[in-house]
């Protein structure tokens, strides 16, 4: 069994940045798709970004693109999302999100792993 635990959410400004780190623990880590998600009050559970097994491949949804980075420590069986410009808009819990297939789906319907998620507020 797979567990995910976040942190590094937190209150910034608008424009401001934060890192969120997501470590694993159990077997398959390297074997893992990975990614994370959010939802807002009222909203459903979106996709924000993903990352291949290896950590050559990147997605990411567009309203994010050009301002958040996910990143992986295959060594350290953690993932990062560094996430830069930050709007009002980005204010969400944010989950980690694992997968054994070869990529992480979009659909939070399916994803199998799911961390308890770290709050992100951005003030404007």
């Known amino acids: 069994q797979v567990q995910l635990a976040e942190s590094g959410g937190g209150l910034v400004q608008a424009g401001g940045s934060l890192r969120l780190s997501c470590a694993a623990s159990?077997?398959?880590?390297?074997?893992?798709?990975l990614g994370w998600f959010r939802q807002a009050p009222g909203q459903e559970r979106e996709f924000v970004a993903a990352?291949?097994?290896?950590?050559?491949?990147?997605y990411y949804a567009d309203s994010v693109k050009g301002r958040f980075t996910i990143s992986r420590d295959n060594a350290k069986n953690t993932v990062y999302l560094q996430m830069i410009s930050l709007k009002p808009e980005d204010t969400a819990l944010y989950y980690c999100?694992?997968?054994?297939?070869?990529?992480?789906?979009?659909?939070?319907?399916?994803?199998?792993?799911w961390g308890q998620g770290t709050q992100v507020t951005v003030s404007s």
């Open positions: 999100a694992a997968s054994r297939l070869a990529l992480l789906p979009k659909r939070a319907q399916i994803i199998e792993f």
């Open positions: 159990g077997p398959f880590f390297s074997v893992l798709a």
């Open positions: 990352i291949t097994r290896s950590g050559d491949d990147e």
